[in-house]
């Protein structure tokens, strides 16, 4: 938040009064408005109704209002009577009109006001004219504008008009990544606090929180937004234009969906305020947004039009960061000509040269790859150079991001090992930041910036023909964020208190629902706390230590006769690495794309079978899907197959798949893990010896007697039904659980699998609570609908239950991916219990209590039986 000083007069009278109105701008600014009013009513003289005005105009940009702010602040230059006054009036206005995007006319009423001002005042001036050069993107003169302020107020004694212009040069510094900004900063907040300047104390904090997050530290960042927030709102004052700096935290993890979300809250409020400047940066973050989401036309269309109004407002600096996102987009549909290759070098040239160096780099290296692909290898070799630099400096994904360009680089001139070096570097880098990363949702959505490293690593083994290298990079970034223990404080009490208010609001709504009351204001509610919830949860501190990935002999020593099956996307085929009795082989599995439409064919087809609809037509369609994934999937595997236990590692949406209900599959004990080193870590583990927790939800008839009968099967259990199966007990039961099963109505939410829940007696158990729990049960069996599914990110990092809780040490997890009955489920589950509790390892008895229970079955039996999987390490 840039600060722009409503300026203290030293004349007398009256202008007191107004002076009381300017010094409660930056306290109370609905308090500064009616002290004005009462000066202009009281009918003074020219200056201090000019002085009044213009306190009026400041108070109401600080509400958004900047209609309202720019016709008080020309009033108060045309009821100026002296020289001054007149100047300040300027001053005040060139804020404002840069503020609505009028940066040309805001530059020329600032300079204009320079020659009628000295002391603090000349000041102020230098300061202002740094804030509107600063809105015009002419950083180096904003700079230096602000720096001549800080020397005038300190010679001058004016701690107000030196903190202002240390927040202005912090900022500005944080934005570029140069030194010194974080310093500025402190001592801004530390003077406003000393003046007792509340709002602009909280601006200066929550620009402390835009330098963490510049420098990569997002948990300090999340700290210092969710503090500030709390004060914005008890100061009453809003701060749309802030929704900006959320949306760049969010996209620096990333959490692209929900950074799509603020972008377009964003421009809806900015718009309806006429806050263009603001506006013009909200269009380009949501083009930015959109071309990491994928969606290209989006992308294109809002930074063409965020580039006209940059243009209008003749910033030509984030004019050229706007373009760099068109033309990635149009890079992205294919386009490859010369003019494109023109146009993106032109334009990395021009960020680079105004301060832009991160987009800079990604279009520089965007250039380079456009090069190679028509046929201008010098041309490229020369982009990636540049870009390569990049690896020695500056945040972790930018450095990553130069190790990629070095790779590429000699990958051009035929130096395939160095290039993978350099990979592994860049990957090590990212691995590094990962541990930075406390919460796991942050680190599942970091694996974005692995991407492409990962992706360069897996061609070049895949092209060597090499399949333990093609193993050893599909691990490389795969589910790391299953490497590390969440760092998730247990006795988080502002966490505590935020769920267990969501979960109240979650069953007043409900109850609102059914009673068919209105439920607008209950929904706003659960949305508030939800947001609260992300940001607590994402705020922790990081982890310590990444797990390598295992090579295929340390695969091969655990994994005894069982065979490995891991599922690699390289372009567009699917690949897979088949380990068997020590050696990997490598096969291709034909176009992913083929397996990912049979994937969902097959899933509807066993949903409708569950669910309702035509048994004989849901019956073919299922088993025709079948039958065609399964030959795609296994035929080339099979001589390697033979009959013996499977692990497998799915990739993308093949994370879903029914996989009992797969020929290959039925009766063969399958373990589905997230990755092969998740799997490793997974079947290493010891299990605690507490007594089994059964747990039945509410308005589930068939879960308690579920629970009832289990009882009987597990000597020892400890069965928690009715009133007393609370989130608290069960919470609390799983601590050192040797095994759980909870019978309960369950629901994904793959808008964010963190907030998926089991509903309690005392309402939803939302998965983030999982998290809490310091000795995690050895097994857990969830009868739930879908209590199996996740939601899978780059990388195939997954969120839901399942990577809560294998993150946190659970060995195996027997869960649903598909909706299943309730009352017939109760005898597959006895079963299950029955052989487990034999001594039968989770994958085998779950392989053969679904095999006798088809027996017994029809058609919709087979498909609820195969609804299971046994994840983790079975």
């Known amino acids: 938040m840039v600060n722009s000083p409503p300026v203290p007069d030293s004349t007398t009278g009256g202008v007191d009064t107004a002076q009381a109105a300017l010094d409660a701008v930056q306290r109370r600014p609905s308090d500064a408005i009616m002290i004005a009013e009462r000066v202009l009513a009281a009918g003074t003289d020219d200056d201090e109704r000019s002085t ?38 300027r001053m005040s206005l060139g804020y404002v009109l840069a503020s609505s995007g009028h940066t040309a006319a805001a530059l020329r009423a600032v300079t204009a006001a320079l020659p009628d001002l000295t002391g603090a005042d000349a000041g102020r001036g230098r300061m202002q004219r740094g804030v509107v050069l600063h809105y015009r993107g002419r950083y180096d003169e904003a700079v230096r504008d602000y720096g001549l302020a800080i020397d005038i107020a300190q010679r001058e004694g004016d701690l107000l008009l030196e903190a202002r212009a240390r927040n202005n040069r912090g900022l500005l510094n944080a934005h570029r990544g140069t030194t010194g900004g974080a310093d500025d900063l402190s001592r801004a907040a530390t003077a406003f606090d000393r003046l007792g300047l509340d709002l602009a104390a909280a601006d200066a904090r929550w620009n402390s929180g835009i330098a963490a997050g510049r420098r990569g ?32 935290l969010l996209l620096s993890v990333p959490l692209v969906d929900e950074a799509v979300q603020v972008a377009a809250v964003a421009i809806q409020e900015l718009r309806r305020r006429g806050m263009a400047s603001d506006l013009a940066e909200a269009l380009l973050a949501q083009a930015r947004a959109a071309l990491l989401a994928g969606d290209l036309a989006t992308a294109a269309e809002a930074a063409a039009a965020a580039r006209t109004r940059f243009r209008r407002q003749g910033r030509r600096t984030w004019a050229a960061f706007a373009r760099h996102v068109e033309l990635r987009a149009e890079a992205r549909r294919g386009t490859r000509t010369p003019a494109l290759l023109t146009a993106m070098t032109r334009t990395a040239d021009q960020l680079d040269g105004t301060g832009w160096a991160d987009p800079a780099l990604v279009t520089r290296i965007d250039a380079g790859l456009l090069a190679s692909a028509v046929g201008r290898p010098d041309r490229a070799l020369a982009l990636f150079t540049v870009a390569a630099r990049a690896r020695t400096r500056g945040t972790a994904p930018r450095r990553a991001q130069g190790w990629y360009a070095l790779a590429l680089s000699r990958r051009l001139g035929g130096d395939e090992a160095g290039a993978a070096r350099a990979l592994r570097r860049g990957l090590g880098v990212l691995d590094r930041h990962r541990t930075s990363l406390g ?39 795969r589910a790391n964020a299953l490497r590390m223990r969440p760092a998730l404080p247990p006795d988080d009490p502002d966490l505590v208190a935020a769920l267990a208010e969501l979960r109240l609001v979650s069953g007043l709504l409900e109850d609102a629902v059914l009673a068919g009351r209105p439920v607008r204001a209950l929904r ?75 994937a969902r064919w097959h899933r509807f087809g066993l949903r409708r079978l569950i669910v309702g609809g035509d048994p004989t037509a849901a019956r073919v369609g299922a088993a025709h899907a079948a039958a065609a994934l399964d030959s795609q999937l296994f035929d080339p595997l099979r001589p390697r197959l033979g009959d013996r236990p499977l692990v497998i590692v799915p990739v993308g949406v093949l994370h879903s798949v029914a996989w009992a209900g797969l020929p290959t599959c039925v009766g063969r004990a399958v373990t589905v893990a997230p990755s092969a080193t998740a799997w490793l870590q ?152 029955r052989r487990m509790w034999a001594g039968a390892r989770p994958a085998s008895a779950l392989a053969d209590a679904q095999q006798a229970f088809v027996a017994t079955g029809d058609s919709t039996a087979r498909a609820t039986a195969a609804a299971f999987v046994c994840l983790g390490a079975g």
Not at 74 to 83: E, I, M, Q
Not at 217 to 230: K, M, P, S, T, Y
Request: proline share 6%.
């Open 682 to 833: 997974a079947d290493r583990r010891t299990t605690w010896a507490g007594p089994p927790v059964l747990a039945s939800g509410p308005r589930l008839a068939a879960g308690r007697a579920e629970v009832e009968r289990l009882a009987e099967v597990l000597p020892g259990a400890r069965p928690l039904v009715g009133p007393d199966a609370t989130a608290g007990a069960l919470t609390a039961a799983l601590d050192g659980a040797g095994m759980v099963h909870i019978a309960a109505h369950g629901t994904f939410r793959a808008d964010n699998p963190q907030f998926s829940t089991l509903e309690l007696a005392d309402g939803p158990l939302f998965a983030y609570e999982w998290e809490r729990v310091a000795r995690p049960p050895g097994c857990v069996v969830l009868s739930a609908c879908e209590s199996g599914l996740t939601d899978v990110r780059p990388g195939d990092e997954i969120m839901g239950f399942a990577a809560v809780l294998l993150a946190l040490g659970t060995r195996c997890l027997i869960a649903t991916v598909l909706p299943v009955p309730a009352e017939p489920t109760t005898a597959l589950m006895v079963d299950l219990h």
């Open 439 to 477: 919460a796991t949702e942050l680190r599942a959505s970091s694996g974005a910036y692995g991407q492409e490293l990962a992706a360069e690593g897996l061609d070049i083994a895949i092209r060597a023909g090499a399949p333990a290298q093609v193993l050893a990079w599909a691990e490389r970034w």
């Open 217 to 248: 530290d997002i948990a300090a960042a999340l700290r210092c937004f969710a503090a500030v927030g709390e004060e914005y709102r008890r100061l009453a004052v809003p701060r749309p234009a802030l929704l900006l700096d959320r949306f760049e």
């Open 524 to 598: 706003g509610r659960q949305t508030r706390l939800e947001q609260r919830i992300r940001d607590l949860a994402r705020r922790v501190p990081g982890a310590a230590g990444v797990t390598a990935p295992p090579g295929v002999r340390r695969l091969a020593d655990r994994l005894g006769f069982r065979v490995l099956v891991e599922l690699v996307a390289h372009g567009d085929r699917l690949k897979a690495v088949l380990v068997r009795d020590g050696r990997a082989s490598l096969h291709d599995l034909g176009p992913l794309a083929e397996a990912a439409r049979l």
């Open 52 to 89: 009044a005005d213009r306190a009026i105009g400041l108070a109401l940009r600080e509400l958004n209002d900047l209609a309202g702010a720019r016709r008080h602040l020309r009033r108060a230059v045309r009821s100026a009577g002296t020289a001054r006054t007149r100047a300040l009036a």
